[in-house]
């Protein structure tokens, strides 16, 4: 997954963009729902958000890296929920 750090100034640039809807208003920062974060695999080039982004905030989560077969199954678990 994607983590959003310090850095977010709270334009609300990001939240719209996001395929899955993980990303919340925050205070004082935006956060990104771990479990819906897919980092736009099968559906972007790049995710979304960090294309954006304008202070360049979201980056990947070290404590949280996800193989591309792992995304691919958490996208497909979310869109059999909708
Ligand atoms: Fe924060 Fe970047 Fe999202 Fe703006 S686009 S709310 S700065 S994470």
Known sequence: ALIINDECIACDACREECPTSAIEEG????????????????VYDEPACVSVCPVDCIVPDKDNVESIAELQFKYKQLLNEE
């Open 27 to 42: 205070d004082p920062i935006y956060f990104i729902d771990p479990d819906r974060c897919i980092e736009c695999v099968g």
